[in-house]
């Protein structure tokens, strides 16, 4: 089983871009941490107290239950502590985010797809891509956010990009993780940020586009729903048995 870390610039991003995901690979063993680089506040109708218990209640949602999966993990969620919409790519974040590599000993890093219109998924990513590299110096000393205990180098072997785009982006992913049958948990954890999207009318439609999206990205490979990823290092597969369709 892998460690998977799973960095989002504001709590709803990694549910809104990978979330029935995030359940499989819960379900299926891995140890998933989702970070939060910042509490996601202010917002029209949201508060750092309610954020939080949306965040929690999302988190809640993905998480496997035990007794249907033994071996499962559940999910843990870590917040930086980044001011919103001020994000900015620097050492100090850098270091912070690869504190948490190292704590959560991570194999796997999935962070924003680099091209956004929002300042902060942007910076996220930047920050996450160098924190990947700072993470393995020996002669760093990195802060680690409370809750985790301080870890080893290490360098995360793979690193994924997830869609959560501001842009009107029509994504070409790399690769598709069938997520059927974990589809409307996915859902149900985006719409428990009722003040992210279910009190604003305008953000209603987005929660429809996401489903739409897991549709087509399943109707690529033949399943009822999926999400797609990117990536810049090539995926090496031992034989075709783990390809959907064969």
Known sequence: MANILVIGPHPDDQELGMGATIALLAEQGHDVLLLDMTNGEPTPFGDPVTRAKEAEAARAILSPDAARFPGSRPLRRVLLGLLNRRVEHGIGARHAVAGVMRAHR???VFIPFFEDAHPDHIAT???AEDARFDAKLTSLDLPTPAGLEPGPPIYPRWL???YCTHLRHIASPSFLIDVSGHLDRKIDAINAYHTQFVLPEKNRRVVEWVRQQAGYFGSRIGV??????FTREPIGLRDLSGIVGL
């Open 125 to 127: 990513t930047r920050i």
């Open 160 to 162: 994924f990009y997830y």
């Open 224 to 229: 009822d729903a999926a999400e797609g990823f």
């Open 106 to 108: 991570a194999d796997v």
